[in-house]
């Protein structure tokens, strides 16, 4: 499907569906123009092809705003044929992804059952892994490794609370063999150095390393902050345990983003200077040859 079409798909579609001030468009009519797999694909296909962030996202969330939530309910996907579901599976968890609507998970499940009722799975186990680790589901990623064994998918051993308060920024430390994981609050009220890196990032070791190689900072790091490895997607626990023992810089492991009011977690790296628990500087986008003076900056700012 060309762009061109795409954007035809999304406009005609959308205008039709328009409705008045305080009325809801008509679920029919999206029927009536054009089916749900080519609203599923028109959304893949500028996920692919569509260049800038802020420009795809928009229009994934224009043609998003073109499957009801009806069409994404158990009855209606078991009458799709197996390609249409495919294609949906893909559409619904680049919308989930890109728009952040977690409220989505639920349709991924369906539709993956409903695949697997059929007897297809493709990618969908890895995706949907995934989601359950990005919203640390741990259950539901737990029985979906025992029904689709892969040595990627292993989980470790996580100790958290039952129901561990929301808003409460916190993290998981992880055990010195990586085994095990430990829920742990985060007390945001002293002043602190959130770092949101990542190993696995080539731009957070460079930054890690200038604070390797300075004494001093590597004493300030380990009693003023809390490095955080955003693990989006996956967990690597026993790298990060490797690193933490070889290192002089210690990872732990993001729990919920959502618990960590005006901090990113989309990229890395980054640096915060907390101090009675707001965020007083920010540092990302850093030339490491620059690091170290714009992090004296920050640090001044909160009294380190």
Request: with cysteine; hydrophobic share 40%.
């Amino acid at each position: 499907m060309s762009i061109g079409s795409i954007i035809g798909v999304v406009l005609i579609t959308a205008s039709a569906l328009a409705a008045t001030p305080g009325q809801e468009a008509v679920p029919a009519a999206v029927g009536q123009l054009t089916d749900i797999k080519t609203r599923a694909e028109a959304i893949v296909a500028i996920d692919r092809n569509v260049r800038g962030d802020d420009a795809s996202t928009a229009a994934i969330a224009d043609a998003f705003r073109l499957v009801q939530d009806r069409e994404l309910e158990p009855s209606l996907l078991a009458g799709y044929d197996t390609r249409t579901l495919e294609v949906l599976f893909d559409a619904v968890r680049i919308a989930a992804d890109r728009l952040q609507r977690t409220d989505k998970l639920q349709a991924l499940e369906d539709i993956f059952e409903e695949c697997v009722r059929r007897g297809f799975v493709g990618h969908m186990d890895e995706d949907l892994y995934a989601r359950f680790v990005y919203q640390r589901q741990w259950q539901k990623a737990r029985k979906l490794y025992e029904r689709f064994p892969s040595k990627d998918r292993e989980l470790p051993n996580i100790v958290e609370p039952a129901a561990p308060r929301e808003g409460v920024p916190s993290v998981y430390m992880v055990s010195k063999d990586g085994g095990t994981l430990n829920y742990k609050p985060v007390d945001l009220t002293r002043p602190i150095i959130v770092s949101v890196v990542a190993p696995g990032c080539h731009f957070s070791n460079d930054l890690v390393r200038r604070i390797e190689a300075d004494p001093k900072l590597v004493a300030l790091f380990r009693d003023h902050a809390i490095n955080i490895d955003p693990s989006p997607f996956q967990l690597r626990t026993a790298e990060l345990a490797r690193v933490n023992r070889e290192g002089r810089f210690f990872y732990a492991v993001l729990y919920r983003a959502a618990d960590w009011r005006g901090f990113d977690f989309s990229s890395t790296p980054q640096f915060y200077f907390v101090k009675g628990g707001e965020i007083v500087h920010r540092l990302r986008g850093v030339n490491p040859d620059e690091f170290p003076a714009k992090l004296m900056e920050g640090l001044a700012k909160i009294g380190l």
